[in-house]
């Protein structure tokens, strides 16, 4: 069984910064990307960024790069976000998926899927 487990949210003031974290666990994740998404009050999930298991290639959506990083720990199965100079606007909830498609900015083409970690900032 896969698990997809996210830690790390919490609450913090414009600039702050948070690391999220995702630990994969229920197979080898070589060959996926890995994926954070976010999805605020009464908005649709969107996509934030994304790194292929396998090798360093990273992408992200304009409103978070140069600002957000997502890294890897293979030791640990793990997946980072790094979030830095943190704004009211990216307060949601962030989920951790996993997929082999190449579409990895769409929701739909993620099979696995963490529970979920709450960001808030406040101004």
């Known amino acids: 069984q896969v698990q997809l487990v996210e830690s790390g949210g919490g609450s913090v003031q414009a600039g702050g910064s948070l690391r999220l974290s995702c630990v994969a666990s229920?197979?080898?994740?070589?060959?996926?990307?890995m994926g954070w998404f976010r999805q605020a009050p009464g908005k649709e999930r969107e996509f934030v960024a994304a790194?292929?298991?396998?090798?360093?290639?990273?992408y992200a959506a304009d409103s978070v790069a140069g600002r957000f990083t997502i890294s890897r720990d293979n030791a640990k199965n793990t997946v980072y976000l790094q979030m830095n100079s943190l704004k009211p606007e990216d307060t949601a909830v962030y989920y951790c998926?996993?997929?082999?498609?190449?579409?990895?900015?769409?929701?739909?083409?993620?099979?696995?899927w963490g529970q979920g970690t709450q960001v808030t900032v406040s101004s």
């Open positions: 998926a996993a997929t082999l498609s190449r579409y990895y900015t769409d929701l739909r083409h993620f099979n696995y």
């Open positions: 229920g197979r080898t994740f070589s060959s996926y990307t």
């Open positions: 790194r292929r298991w396998s090798d360093s290639t990273t």
